[in-house]
């Protein structure tokens, strides 16, 4: 009877714990934290102050502005994007505003050109606002309006830099020199490293470009207008005249922000040399068959697969040139 008791109560105990358990555990439990799962539980709170409404999302913060707000936040991105960091934090009166635009604008107008060019004339990257310099600063902060002299040093009075120099970076990405040691560890006018102990005397990376060459084979070139235009390169089209934006470098349209291997690639005909005989010749056959009438499918798959690629340039080279047909007459 003793052994009953006491397996019973230790029975009822351990029921109700873990039931109890079991039960706070549905209650409390936690959701599937798949990627479905966490944009369809964002949290949205709201906040309405006047005519303004703004929305909080946890992910990420979207802000939405009606009346005359939208007309304000919009006024100051036009003028942040013109005057950058000029102001050092204090907004310029609209009477200072319109000074400034006038000083800069014929800097502006005929800016230089930047860009990251490699030994074979490829400019491989345009150096844009927010492109990376060897000393740690982007290049609007740099004096990029010094168009006449080129002498596009840093902006920060503390900075040893004394002439912009592209580096290869995106986002948190780190570029090291072959002694191991970050570029940011490295003198920014000597590029010999400040690391203690280390005999580096100049920064050499193995940074492999799009090109297919490396970081010391490239170099940080600035160029006019002009100087653009008579070499056949890319300027600013007709429609961006007048635009006063800071620090826009070689930025000139969309495809400027690619690289300069993918730009290339994106200019080349799609069917160039061989492919175009290819269909030329197939139409030729074509019209033979049905007669004079050239019809849709005129060149076979065997050919368009035979046909170099727009990627593989080097097939063309080895292709052999097709045979000319010898068409005799036909007896009466």
């Not at 920014?188 to 799009?210: G, L």
Request: charged letters at 25%; hydrophobic letters at 35%; glycine letters at 8%.
């Amino acid at each position: 009877f003793f052994f009953f008791v006491v397996f019973f109560f230790f029975f009822l105990f351990f029921f109700f714990f873990f039931f109890f358990q079991a039960e706070d555990g549905i209650r409390d439990r936690s959701p599937s934290r798949g990627l479905g799962d966490v944009y369809k539980r964002q949290v949205s709170t709201q906040s309405t102050w006047g005519s303004n409404l703004v929305t909080v999302i946890a992910m990420a913060v979207h802000m939405q502005f009606s009346g005359d707000a939208q007309k304000h936040v919009q006024a100051y991105l036009d003028y942040y994007n013109i005057v950058g960091n000029d102001d050092n934090g204090q907004v310029m009166s609209e009477a200072e505003f319109e000074a400034y635009k006038k000083k800069v604008q014929k800097a502006r107008e005929n800016r230089l050109y930047v860009a990251w060019r490699n030994s074979k004339g490829m400019d491989c990257k345009m150096v844009g606002p927010s492109s990376s310099c060897f000393c740690g600063h982007r290049y609007r902060d740099h004096n990029f309006d010094n168009v006449k002299t080129k002498e596009v040093h840093c902006k920060d009075k503390k900075c040893a830099c004394r002439l912009f120099s592209y580096v290869p970076i995106y986002g948190s990405a780190d570029l090291k020199c072959l002694c191991k040691h970050s570029y940011m560890q490295h003198d920014p006018r000597t590029k010999k490293c400040k690391t203690a102990k280390c005999t580096c005397s100049k920064f050499i990376s193995n940074h492999s470009c799009s090109c297919g060459q490396r970081y010391p084979e490239h170099t940080t070139v600035f160029e006019s207008r002009e100087e653009r235009q008579k070499q056949g390169r890319a300027v600013d089209p007709p429609h961006m005249k007048g635009n006063l934006a800071a620090g826009m470098g070689g930025v000139t349209d969309f495809a400027s922000l690619a690289d300069g291997a993918e730009r290339e690639e994106m200019m080349r005909p799609m069917l160039p040399g061989a492919a175009h005989r290819a269909i030329e010749g197939g139409k030729e056959e074509q019209k033979e068959k049905v007669g004079g009438a050239a019809s849709e499918s005129g060149t076979s798959a065997f050919e368009l697969f035979m046909a170099p690629h727009q990627y593989g340039g080097t097939v063309k080279k080895i292709m052999p040139k097709p045979a000319k047909k010898m068409v005799g007459k036909r007896g009466g």
